[in-house]
Nanobody, 126 residues
């Protein structure tokens, strides 16, 4: 049974920082693509940052230079360090993992991922 459990969300003022964590169990997540997505009501879920099976990261243009994705294989945990947060970063953030190989072109597309966490809310006030 694959499980992804996010934590670390909260409320912060613009310019602040948060670090999200995603604890994985039930599979060897480091062999697949894993990443962070976010969604606001009424909009599609969008890719934020992903680590491909080869270990390389990819970021959405909107978060480049502000967010950093990393993983700790020993702890089976995925992280998202979010700095210089903006009100437009407000969303429910989800951890996701693919069930197999995902092409680079699909890394930031939600349909390429099979396993999802329950989400953690991030709210950035101006």
């Amino acid at each position: 049974q694959v499980q992804l459990v996010e934590s670390g969300g909260g409320s912060v003022q613009a310019g602040g920082s948060l670090k999200l964590s995603c604890a994985a169990s039930g599979y060897t997540y480091s062999t697949y693509s894993t990443g962070w997505f976010r969604q606001v009501p009424g909009k599609e879920r969008e890719g934020v940052a992903v680590i491909g099976s080869g270990g390389s990261p990819r970021y959405a243009d909107s978060v480049k230079g502000r967010f950093t994705i990393s993983q700790d294989d020993a702890k089976r945990t995925l992280y998202l360090q979010m700095n210089s947060l903006k009100p437009e970063d407000t969303a429910m953030y989800y951890c996701a993992s693919s069930a197999g190989y995902v092409s680079w072109w699909s890394w930031l597309l939600s349909h390429a991922y099979k396993y999802w966490g329950q989400g953690t809310q991030v709210t950035v006030s101006s």
